[in-house]
């Protein structure tokens, strides 16, 4: 019965977190995955608190590797504890992630043998010491990424891979060629992208469970936000495509030209005077959470975090010509344009359905009969269209023009007229969530 699992390996990056770690690989002691099928890999990244001596002394009950690096990054380390897997299935996790029992199995169930699968497991936090509005809003935060993913016919971006827990074919993970050394910040969503190229079907298994022991704090989370801007404009030189799905211009929404203009100046003239002026309103959260203006205190918080992003994308392009220009960064063109697909509903449901998981088309125009309903666009990013896609669109956006195009078709059916058409509708389902 064991030989029909998949040879799994747990790989772990770590950095100077020995006590998270010793609680991650206690965890998977209990796995009730058959622990012969099972091997670990723990990259120590520039350990210097005793995380090497920990693992030569750990008792494990499955295989376990150690590997060293010097300092090199998350993103190298992965590649590192890939390159020194004998498993089929390659399971990433982050050291502070604790797995519950049927994590690993979860993962295998979820592959079912198919190599394009790549799993993206449920990370609820444990707060640590956090408190207040910041603790009520990280948890928000968390829960904001995994519940589009709950929902049936999500359409998978390459902002949904995040790495402290997914899984993939090892041959997958090589086709693709790993995670992209050169990223510091935001490696997920760039190994995303390229797998979301190669046609790869995202899946979201809330069963591959693994509790995220969450220590960051207030000025953490703004410094991680400094990491993002400038990973942001890594994207996007690597893909121009992506720039319109970044939050570039997050901090400027209902402001006005005015504004937006005195703050480009400070941050990219005088950025000092810029960082002293907002590390001055950083003090404001404690007062506004005193006085529990919850409203005022969310609103500032989003500023800052919006500011700290912009710091990091003027840092990477220096001048407000480069960014103005960066913004404008044509898309790479495909080597091979791809037909349109036409859909008609009148056919059925289901037909449609399966038209669609044949072609795999990027976007699609619905008919019902001669009646136009609507137009879902390219959408950069985001995994080709499949056939469970379709009622969502249908049952939301596209709900009325669907009623409207039956009624029509219907209508000139009865009359003989076949040139009367409703006015389409486009729909994009790109939605951008700013953390």
């Known amino acids: 019965m064991n030989s029909m699992k998949p040879f799994t390996s747990v790989i772990i990056p770590t950095h100077n977190r020995v006590a998270a ?33 920990m693992l030569r002394s750990y008792e494990a009950p499955f295989a ?18 890939a390159a020194h897997a004998k498993g089929t299935l390659l399971l990433f996790l982050d ?30 936090p444990v707060l640590q010491n956090q408190t207040g509005f910041f603790r009520a809003k990280l948890r928000g935060w968390w829960e904001a990424m995994f519940c589009p993913m709950r929902q049936y016919g999500h359409r998978f971006s390459y902002r949904n891979l995040l790495s402290g827990n997914f899984s993939l074919q090892a041959e997958l993970f090589n086709q693709v060629g790993g995670f992209d050394a050169s990223f510091k910040c935001h490696e997920d969503y760039e190994l995303g992208v390229r797998l979301i190229q190669a046609g790869a079907n995202f899946t979201f298994d809330e069963n591959a469970l693994g509790y995220h022991h969450e ?39 209902s402001r006005s030209p005015l504004f937006q203009s005195i703050l480009l100046i ?38 800052l975090l919006g500011y700290w992003f ?16 960066f913004l404008e960064l044509e898309p790479i063109a495909a080597t091979q ?52 896609h ?14 409207s195009a039956i009624a029509l078709e219907k209508a000139t059916d009865a009359l003989g007229l076949k040139d009367f058409s409703a006015k389409p509708v486009t729909f994009s389902q790109e939605t951008v969530y700013v953390n």
């Open 21 to 53: 770690l010793k609680r991650s690989l206690d965890a998977l002691k209990a796995q009730s995955y058959p622990l012969q099928q099972i091997e670990v890999i723990v990259v120590a990244d520039g350990c210097t608190d005793g995380t090497v001596e």
């Open 64 to 81: 376990l590797q150690i590997v060293e690096q010097s300092g090199q990054g998350a993103a190298t380390a992965r590649n590192q504890g």
């Open 95 to 124: 050291d502070d992630i604790e797995p519950t029992p049927y994590l690993v199995e979860a993962h295998a169930s979820a592959h079912q043998n198919q190599l394009s699968h790549v799993v993206i497991g449920y990370l609820p």
């Open 215 to 253: 220590i960051t704090d207030l000025d953490r989370s703004l410094q991680r936000k400094y990491q993002e801007g400038k990973a942001s404009v890594q994207l996007g030189r690597k893909y121009p495509e992506l720039i319109s799905t970044f939050p570039v211009l997050y901090l400027f929404k």
């Open 266 to 303: 400070l941050i990219f003239q005088f950025p000092i005077v810029s960082d002293w002026i907002v590390t001055s309103f950083r003090g404001w959260l404690n007062v506004l959470e005193y006085m529990r203006m919850h409203g005022s205190w969310h609103r500032l918080l989003d500023q």
């Open 310 to 325: 912009m710091r990091g994308v003027a840092d990477v392009l220096n001048t407000q010509v480069a960014l103005a220009q």
């Open 337 to 388: 344009e791809e037909p349109e697909i036409e859909v008609d509903l009148k056919e059925g449901l289901v037909a449609a359905e399966q038209v669609l998981d044949t072609y795999r088309p990027t976007s699609i125009r619905i008919f019902y009969g001669h009646q136009p309903v609507g137009h879902v666009p390219l959408a950069p990013g985001r995994e080709r269209l499949r056939g469970e």
């Open 390 to 403: 379709l009622r969502p669109f249908l049952a939301t956006t596209l709900a009325s023009s669907l009623l």
